[in-house]
């Protein structure tokens, strides 16, 4: 199935917020359910070109799509089972994106067009009470644990169908009944007046849930709910790279779905925790190097750590304090790219602050010589 976001909407990857638009209203118009009553493969591409809409007019999820699309090609634990595959945005609804973007008033316009026809609103509803929420989950990483990917197995409580009841919130032998508080349709309806006059309101009646029926007798381990709290292990396979605030997304590792209904999401956001030395920036590693006077004139060789082990690093003579040396490939890998970022190691000469007596002669003499070579120069120059 196509799953690229720009392919869906048949557009180009540098597609204006615009375009995208354009090309989601033409898409919507084709397939929604109201014009394909029954069509499963109309219905699927409603939904998918909403799921591009929605991902391709957010700027920022636009980005992370546009890193993370390769990871579902490539695999790397961003596609099938995780990413943005499989519809799964919290709280997604191809609905919601279509009233958005035709407006309410453009809606019932639409429903004239395709001589009318309220299902939208129906399959709507029963399908947002059948899905469990999303669970957001943070996992801190090290820069080392960043630096080689790793899989993490973390632990997170979530909603499981109950056991004793299978789902059903009902005590076994009981069934359900109407709900005496909406008499079966799920709303209440509430006139209020206020300085502008009359108005009804519509709310979900809180004794269903908005399902019309509620259980006879409540199901004593989940009372009634359907749903009990649980714990699970997940695994999750962290790629080399991320950084702080991407996220993975789990699709069905969220709480599951009244009446056995499908299951959320798990959002894993990535956390980078700060290093006792490096600092990172975009895939390059920063360091301070401290060294004496004697090496910054003399120049010197010395070997340092990076994240990939330690390497040579080669201090010219004559370096000045602030200068920074590169050192090529030894930072963070790219995500999902060849290559990686590269060390910099900032040198930072220090002064001796309590010289010993032999030290302070060898100054004495060394600044005596400089004289004597007139390269105490005193030069003004301008602060930068
Ligand atoms: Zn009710
Ligand atoms: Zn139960």
Known sequence: MARDYYEILGISKNA?????????????????????????????????AAEAYSVLTDPQKRQMYDQ???????????????????????GFDPFDIFREVFGNSGFGGFEDFFGGGGSSRRSRTSASTRTGSDLKIRLPLTLEEINKGVTKKIKIKRLDTCKACDGSGSKSGTSRKTCPVCHGSGEIREMTRSLFGQMVNVRVCSNCNGEGSVAEQRCPVCGGDGRVKGAREISVQVPPGVSNGHYMTMTGEGNVGQRKGSRGDLIVIFEELEHDVFIRNEDNIFVNLHISPAEAVLGTELEIPTLNGRVKLVVPPGTQTGKMLRLKQKGIPHLHQHGRGDQIVRILVDLPKNPSSEERKIYRDLLNVEKKRGCVSHRFSKIE
């Open 68 to 90: 993370y699309g390769h990871a579902g090609v490539k695999g790397n634990g961003f596609g099938r089972s995780s990413g943005f595959s499989g519809g799964g945005f919290g």
């Open 16 to 48: 204006s917020t615009d375009e995208v638009k354009k090309a989601y209203r033409k898409m919507a118009m084709k397939y929604h359910p109201d014009k394909n009553p029954g069509d499963k493969t109309a219905e699927e591409k409603f939904k998918e």
